[in-house]
């Protein structure tokens, strides 16, 4: 089953004077499990596909359907619990709360799901920072932890909702190369032992080599669809082509 | 398997109360620096309030203490329409037994003393020239107590055993040229016509808060001026209080009591119709400033209400993003500025009273007030009242500026919000 199907969505929006197109006419769809990069350079579009996979963001036209809900018409509540329930989000600047100490920043989206109790929600707090190997940081504040420590529990505040969806802007972008190494390391990881699928944006090379699945999004349009098989990547350049076509790429996506 | 199944991920999810609340307490207590900007905000706005109010409301109370304490009295008993005709000719109005009615009214536990004051007209002669006066005649012993504001600007207070002696009101002196030792004779008209004079003797002369009263008044003990007018009477009977809160409730009861028949009650505001008159001028022109110094304080509140909310995009766009409902920032916003305004609010009634109670200790020298010589200590006084509206405003500015705020991050645009992330 797709998790994800974007059908010729479009995305618009105004830019001072004029209007600016992010997303033109886009076709995807990706298996669940799948370890996938969206590529492009700054300006491409990748942050708005990210944002419209991530319904935080909704396309000015076209059909989005999310785990097997269809964003379109929904209340701005509904998308929140379909975000709340179904998707993960890792970002770039980490975002952790600076108040909260690192285990109060991963149960914060458990908070809202009234069918956890205190002693449930502390079971997977416990059992997210042993997953990033950060147990012995649990009351440690954001400002007292490095980088690439925010980042980890970033990612175990991103999967303690059990989301069948995480998706990463940039995620090592603001990491040394090490760091940033380690952090792929454990998503790659959690991907493969628990089949969660994965989504990020990059415009690094090294990170797309860990991928398996690539989208090469140029000028809001896809260019580039990558599978990688047995260490080699089998790459379709996509032309602009018509609308009608592009449905057997989002094909070669597939498993 | 880390994924739930499907029936739960329909389930709706919201933020308790008690998360909210948790939230915005750690908000509060764990970012110190930005607590303590709105904090600080609030604060200085309440402390402010506190200590303009009770500047202002410290002048309306010395003013009125000023009236009590050099002529009035709290409450002034007479004969109906002495207050209004009396001046001209008060042996019409008499007290038929003042002696037993100041003992009855005495007997109030709320009262400190009461005395016999009887008034005339007259001339005042040095011998060359005389001015027309309003005589007094008054218990020395009991007037010195009640006049703690009249101020004796040479010789000497009247003493108990006076009685052929006079103080002159400051004006009355200059006017005559008279000063302490000298004599002056005392010409009035009696109740069947007769001229009477009387010799006294210049015991000292005085100021009171009004220039006006000093011009005209005299002085006299009360024994010596019922010779003079040939009764045995007097005009008012003057009540004062052991605090002037009281007056009105005094006042009251005296009304009903009928302490004599076609008695007429009079409170000292009544009798100095300036003071309301004057409380109304002062009120509006405080009420002004005090209008500038509220918006001061709205507009710094406001201010960093508002800052440290909008700082805070990327957060609530972050919180909006991992699922929270547009109704629970605005919730989470709200709560943690009521906290705010609460904290501040208590800060600053400590501040203000503090600061009140320290100015007061030290004292605010005053230059006399209009229609004055006398020179005074301004304090500042906290009342109940003051406090009261200052922290509603406190409280009210802080809630109300975040509103504005909680509603614009409750409804932006997620992704643009993400973007403001350092």
Excluded at chain 1, 83 to 109: D, M, S
Excluded at chain 2, 38 to 47: D, K, S
Excluded at chain 2, 269 to 298: C, E, H, S, W
Aim: hydrophobic share 45%.
């Amino acid at each position: 089953m797709s998790i994800v199907v974007l059908e010729h969505v479009s995305k618009e929006y105004r830019l001072g004077d004029h209007m600016v197109r992010a997303l033109d006419d886009v076709t995807l769809s990706f298996e669940s499990g799948v370890f996938l990069a969206i590529a492009g350079p700054s300006g491409s579009g990748k942050s708005t596909l990210l944002n419209v996979i991530g319904c935080i963001d909704m396309p000015s036209s076209g059909r989005v359907v999310i785990a097997g809900h269809d964003i379109s018409g929904q209340t701005p509540d509904q998308l929140a619990s379909l975000r709340a329930r179904t998707i993960g989000f890792v970002f770039q600047t980490f975002n952790l709360f600076p108040v909260l100490t690192a285990e109060e920043n991963v149960e914060y989206p458990l908070l809202q799901m009234e069918e956890l109790d205190k002693q449930d929600r502390r079971e997977r707090v416990k059992e997210m920072l042993e997953l990033v190997q950060l147990g012995k940081f649990a009351k440690h504040r954001p400002s007292q932890l490095s980088g690439g420590q925010r980042q980890r529990v970033a990612i175990a505040r991103a999967l303690v909702t059990r989301p069948e969806l995480v998706l990463a802007d940039e995620p090592t972008a603001n990491l040394d190369h090490k760091t940033g190494e380690g952090i792929l390391a454990l998503m790659r990881d959690i991907n493969r032992r628990y089949k969660t699928t994965f989504i990020f944006s990059t415009h690094d090379k090294k990170v797309i080599d860990a991928a398996d699945r690539l989208v090469g999004i140029e000028d809001g349009t896809v260019r580039i669809l990558g599978v990688r098989k047995e260490g080699q990547w089998a790459i379709t350049n996509v032309a602009r082509r018509a609308a009608s076509t592009t449905d057997t790429e989002a094909a070669a996506l597939k498993r | 398997m880390l994924s739930d199944t499907p029936a739960k991920r329909r389930r709706p999810t919201r933020l308790a109360f008690r998360a909210k609340f948790t939230l915005a307490v750690r908000n509060v207590l764990r970012h110190r620096g930005r607590a303590f900007t709105t904090l600080g905000a609030v604060a200085f706005g309440v402390a402010t309030l506190i200590l303009s109010q009770g500047f202002v409301e410290d002048i309306f109370v010395q003013l009125g203490e000023a009236i009590i304490h050099s002529q009035t009295g709290h409450i002034q008993l007479a004969h109906e329409g002495y207050f209004v005709h009396g001046a001209h000719k008060p042996d019409g109005y008499l007290v038929a037994d003042p002696e037993g009615d100041k003992a009855r009214i005495a007997t109030m536990p709320e009262v400190e003393d009461v005395m016999a004051r009887l008034g005339f007209p007259g001339l005042l002669s040095n011998g060359r020239a005389d001015l027309p006066i309003l005589g007094e005649g008054i218990e020395p012993a009991k007037e010195e107590k009640l006049g703690s504001f009249v101020k004796i600007s040479s010789g000497r207070r009247l003493k108990a055993e006076d009685h052929f002696h006079a103080l002159l009101g400051d004006g009355v002196a200059k006017s005559l040229r008279l000063k302490t030792g000298d004599r002056a004779v005392l010409m009035v008209s009696t109740k069947d016509g007769a001229t009477n004079t009387l010799d006294v003797e210049v015991v000292g002369t005085f100021q009171s808060f009004s220039k006006e009263y000093d011009n005209r008044a005299v002085k006299l003990p009360l024994t010596a001026a019922q010779e003079l007018m040939n009764t045995k009477t007097a005009n008012t009977l003057v009540v004062s209080l052991k605090q002037t809160a009281d007056t009105r409730k005094v006042a009251n009861t005296l009304t009903e009591r009928n302490v004599w028949r076609d008695q007429e009650v009079k409170m000292w505001d009544q009798i100095n119709d300036f003071y309301p008159k004057t409380v109304a001028l002062y009120g509006k022109q405080f009420g002004g400033l005090r209008m500038v110094i509220l918006l001061m304080v709205l507009l710094s509140v406001v201010n960093a209400v508002n800052t440290g909310v909008f700082e805070r995009t990327a957060e609530f766009g972050t919180a909006r993003a991992l699922g929270n409902r547009r109704r629970n920032i605005l919730e989470i916003i709200l709560i943690e500025n009521s906290l705010l305004g609460l904290l501040g609010v208590a800060a600053g009634v400590g501040i203000g009273v503090g600061l009140a109670k320290a100015i007061s200790y030290v004292g605010i020298p005053m230059p006399p007030p209009p229609n004055s010589d006398l020179p005074y200590v301004a304090l500042v006084r906290v009342s109940w009242n003051a406090v009261i509206t200052a922290s509603a405003i406190g409280f009210a500015a802080t809630f109300l500026a975040s509103i504005f705020p909680a509603v614009k991050m409750a409804r932006m645009d997620i992704a643009s919000a993400l973007r403001k992330a350092i």
